[in-house]
């Protein structure tokens, strides 16, 4: 059974960093792309960053670029998502997740989902 279980999440002050892991388990994750999404309060699911198991291949949402870096650990099976320079909009509930064969930003391509972790940015 493949699970997702996200850690690092919390409250930062505005221009501060936090990282977010994602914990990876249950198959083998060769061929699959794992994601970040955020959810912000009253608004769609949305995507952040992704990165291609085999190979390292990333992608990532403009409002993000330049700020957030994701990278893996092969070895540990798990994704990491360093956030720079956080703003009060980048609020919300990260989500991990993974998907077969794509590099993308479309949630409904990714077919695994973690349970989230809380951001809270202040101004």
């Known amino acids: 059974q493949v699970q997702l279980v996200e850690s690092g999440g919390g409250l930062v002050q505005a221009g501060g960093s936090l990282r977010l892991s994602c914990a990876a388990s249950?198959?083998?994750?060769?061929?699959?792309?794992l994601a970040w999404f955020r959810q912000a309060p009253g608004k769609e699911r949305e995507f952040v960053a992704a990165?291609?198991?085999?190979?390292?291949?990333?992608s990532y949402a403009d409002s993000v670029k330049g700020r957030f870096t994701i990278s893996r650990d092969n070895a540990k099976n798990t994704v990491l998502l360093q956030m720079n320079s956080l703003k009060p909009e980048d609020t919300a509930v990260y989500y991990c997740?993974?998907?077969?064969?794509?590099?993308?930003?479309?949630?409904?391509?990714?077919?695994?989902w973690g349970q989230g972790t809380q951001v809270t940015v202040s101004a």
């Open positions: 990165i291609r198991w085999s190979g390292g291949s990333t």
């Open positions: 997740a993974a998907g077969f064969g794509i590099l993308g930003a479309t949630e409904r391509w990714y077919e695994y």
């Open positions: 249950g198959r083998t994750f060769s061929g699959y792309t």
